[in-house]
């Protein structure tokens, strides 16, 4: 088990923290490395193996979407840190009406929001710029959603 960060930024907010890489059993099945870090809204765990399965899913989304240390705002915004963050957030990116207008309803990019959301996002938000249709299978969606925990957690 190794610890990392004692202070770590989080979906924008400064947070006292301690990020732990640990060995868990899930349900009498293999053992499989997770990531916790407890913020003071939400503690995030990714599932390490999920969330390379995520990073494939991914590639759909590179056209719009970047993240990383150097990632700019491109079609959609930088998904950096988006677990967490409150919707209509990002620095610098010009949101919909009503995306904002969502943002402005204190909702946040959680596991649930993000499923409904990449399921279909022009059912959750109308008028949406996101041109995507949505992931269809659900194991996509859980990926995707682990992946965008892994670069919601800096290390």
Not at 36 to 47: F, K, N, S
Request: aromatic share 8%; proline share 2%; glycine share 8%.
């Amino acid at each position: 088990m190794s610890k990392f960060l004692s202070t770590l930024a989080v979906a924008g907010l400064l947070v006292s923290s301690t990020a732990v890489f640990a060995d868990t059993a899930t349900e009498g099945t293999a053992t499989e490395a997770t990531e916790a870090v407890e913020t003071e809204t939400m503690a995030i765990v990714v599932d390490a193996d999920l969330a390379k399965k995520g990073a494939k899913v991914f590639k759909k989304c590179k056209a719009c979407h970047k993240v990383g240390d150097k990632a700019k705002n491109a079609t959609g915004p930088v998904l950096n840190g988006v677990f967490g963050r409150p919707v209509a957030s990002f620095e610098g990116f010009k949101y919909s009406k009503n995306m904002k207008a969502l943002g402005e309803t204190g909702a946040v990019w959680d596991e649930a929001n993000l499923i409904e959301f990449l399921t279909k996002p022009k059912n959750m938000v109308k008028k949406t710029k996101m041109s995507f249709a949505g992931l269809k299978k659900e194991k996509d969606r859980k990926a995707i959603i682990e992946f965008l925990k892994s670069v919601s957690v800096a290390e």
